[in-house]
């Protein structure tokens, strides 16, 4: 398809367990981001891929998240060990560069985490 | 420290009416401001944007209005329909800095009755 395309769309998953997260962005887009949304706390950041860059991990929450991107394409956002609070829509977006000329990010539908 | 604010939390409107959601902004740094659109279950969609050099930006029915001085901007929605019901999150950029991401604010669900 064209668009960004997260899966799984929905995740299950017990208290403690690792859950991953995988992100396909379009075709040709060199940035890739990571946003999480929780109810009534709109769209946080986490983790921002840029080239061959070195990835801006500044709005990950605790060493317990951890994302790569492989190739500069496929992106997998790992969470280990996870907790309640964790339970959230995570987002995944793409640009064909830092902001874009436009400024555009391209969101895929994202993922619902809920953990037990 | 919330980088941009946005208000109200929810909003309700009758068809035809005129939406009017704003945001406010600390750092001067900021030079794009776009507004993005969320339907249930989907991703947010880019509505509109201005960038610092107008104070004005529309399109169709959507408005982006910008006062620089008060470093506010806020979005209005001319004729509201139905179909334009869905949360609104205002965003923030330094696009010559070195930090890429969008800075969004916490959304705005409008709901415009028929």
């Known amino acids: 398809g064209a668009g960004v395309s997260q899966s799984p769309s929905n995740k299950v998953t017990e208290k403690g367990k690792d859950v991953e997260l995988r992100c396909d962005p379009i075709?040709?887009?060199?940035?890739l981001y990571w946003y999480r949304q929780s109810l009534g706390q709109g769209l946080e950041f986490l983790i921002y891929?840029?080239?061959?860059?070195?990835?801006?991990k500044s709005g990950l929450p605790s060493d317990r998240f951890s994302a790569e991107r492989t190739g500069g394409s496929v992106s997998t956002l790992t969470i280990q060990r996870t907790q309640q609070e964790d339970s959230a829509v995570y987002l995944c977006a793409s640009s064909a560069r830092t902001g874009g000329l436009s400024g555009e990010l391209f969101f895929g539908e994202g993922s619902r985490l809920t953990v037990l | 420290q919330q980088q941009v604010k946005q208000s109200p939390q929810s909003l309700i409107v009758q068809k035809g009416g005129i939406s009017i959601i704003n945001c406010a902004y600390e750092n001067t740094a900021f030079d794009y401001f776009p507004w993005y659109q969320q339907f249930p279950g989907k991703g947010p969609a880019l509505l509109i944007a201005i960038r610092p050099d107008v104070s004005e930006k529309k399109e169709g029915r959507f408005t982006i209005s910008f006062n620089k001085s008060a470093k506010q901007f806020s979005l209005h929605i001319m004729d509201s329909q139905p179909g334009d019901s869905a949360t609104y999150f205002c965003a923030v950029l330094n696009y010559g800095g070195s930090q890429g991401n969008l800075i969004f604010g916490k959304g705005t669900k409008l709901s415009v009755k028929p």
């Open positions: 075709s040709g887009h060199t940035a």
């Open positions: 891929f840029q080239g061959n860059s070195a990835p801006d």
